[in-house]
């Protein structure tokens, strides 16, 4: 079964990644996440562009992991403004 972690620019790495309580950062997420998971980006592009930083920040990642990114607005959620 898959699980959903969410992100939000405005959530908080105390959090539990549910959709009521997002994390916040890349370093969180990865925490969060053993196992299959696909992360939720809560305020689509503009999340995916502040993590996209954060990852390169980092350096690449070499645990073999894949991930799934949905858009909130993909599933009803807050659409981006165009």
Do not use: F
Not at 53 to 58: P, V, Y
């Amino acid at each position: 079964m898959m699980v959903s972690i969410h992100v939000s620019n405005s959530g908080d790495d105390a959090n539990d990644g549910s959709r009521e309580k997002p994390v916040y950062s890349w370093a969180r997420l990865r925490k969060l996440c053993t196992g299959n998971h696909e992360m939720v980006l809560m305020e689509g592009q503009a999340t995916l562009n502040r993590l996209s930083r954060e990852i390169n920040l980092t350096g690449p990642d070499d645990t073999g992991e894949t991930w799934s990114k949905t858009l909130a607005g993909d599933q009803g959620g807050p659409q981006p403004s165009r």
